[in-house]
Structures are given as structure tokens and as C-alpha cells.
């Protein structure tokens, strides 16, 4: 994966111009892009973004239903933090938990009528904040970089990896 932040000597590598350039950039856009996206879900939906990411990949999944475990990496959460969302979604009424009729060792959420309603109605707020935040920045070239390197920087959320 290269190299350590020392050398093999011990010596401790500072960043150059570039390097630094490159990680205040990234750093700056994992703590300053979440909140621009989730403010206006806040507003007008009254949804977290994980919240929202929660609901919108159980609204696209088979009979919109989802492993715990799957809709963690999905949503990029950890397993305890998507139980307490799961937890709320369920005493509002948008999502219900069961054993997985096919391996009891796990647990579904399934998306409710009323949480698929919920999901399409803060879907136009999260796609007009995604393209004006992010997308529309970039070149399609710009796109397909930003894929690439997310993937080559995938985090697997704790507990599931």
C-alpha cells in the first residue's frame, strides 16, 4: 500500500506540497460536506443524512428489505450507530426488524409504507444538495476520478470488516 510514515531508518516522513495539499482537501471535505448535505434533509424533512441513507437503500432493495450487517456498510455506519437509527425509524414507523427467515442468526429492516413515503419525499432535497454541492463541480472526467480514488480509500465501517 506504499510507504509507512517512516522510513525504513526510523525517520519520520513529513508531507510535501502535494501530499499536504492533497490530505487538507480530502480532510476538509469529510468534515465540511456532510453537514451541507444533511442541513437542508434537516430543514425541510426533518432527517439526518444517515437517516436518509438508511431509508433510501432499503426503499432500492428487494422488496425493501436488508441484512443489518448490509445496510451498515451500505449507509457507510457502523452496526451500532445504524441500530439506534433503525431504533427511532422504527418508533416513527418507517422501518421494522425481524429475524432473516432464511438464517434466524440475522436480522432484516424492512422499510415500511410510510418510511417509502418519507424517503421519496426527501429524495428531490438530497439529489438538488448532492448535484449543487458535489456533482455539478465536476467534470465527468472529475466524476470518474473521485470514484476511483474513493474506492481506493474504502473504509469498511467497524464491525463489519
Known amino acids: 500500500m506504499g510507504d509507512t510514515a517512516e522510513h525504513g531508518d526510523g525517520e519520520l ?20 460536506l456532510p453537514g451541507k448535505l444533511e ?8 432527517l439526518t443524512l444517515f437517516e436518509y ?5 432499503l426503499s432500492e432493495a428487494p422488496q ?5 450487517g448490509e445496510l451498515a456498510f451500505l449507509a457507510s455506519g457502523s452496526l ?9 425509524c422504527e418508533q416513527r ?11 434466524g442468526r440475522y436480522t432484516l429492516a424492512e422499510l415500511t409504507d ?12 438530497h439529489l438538488r444538495s448532492v448535484r449543487a454541492v458535489v456533482l455539478d463541480a465536476l467534470s465527468p472526467t472529475d ?6 480514488i474513493a474506492e481506493k480509500l474504502r473504509i469498511v465501517p467497524d464491525g463489519l470488516g
Request: charged fraction near 30%; avoid cysteine; proline fraction near 5%.
Open 13 to 32: 516522513r513529513w508531507l510535501d506540497e502535494q501530499e499536504k495539499a492533497a490530505w487538507t482537501g480530502l480532510i476538509s471535505l469529510v468534515l465540511l
Open 39 to 46: 442541513s437542508p434533509l434537516r430543514q425541510e424533512n426533518g
Open 53 to 57: 441513507l438508511v431509508l433510501s437503500h
Open 64 to 68: 425493501r428489505k436488508l441484512r443489518m
Open 80 to 88: 451500532s450507530r445504524l441500530s439506534n437509527v433503525v431504533k427511532r
Open 93 to 103: 414507523g418507517w422501518v421494522v426488524r425481524m429475524p432473516d427467515p432464511s438464517d
Open 114 to 125: 410510510d418510511g417509502f413515503d418519507i424517503v421519496e419525499a426527501a429524495a428531490p432535497t
Open 143 to 148: 466524476q470518474k476520478a473521485l470514484v476511483r
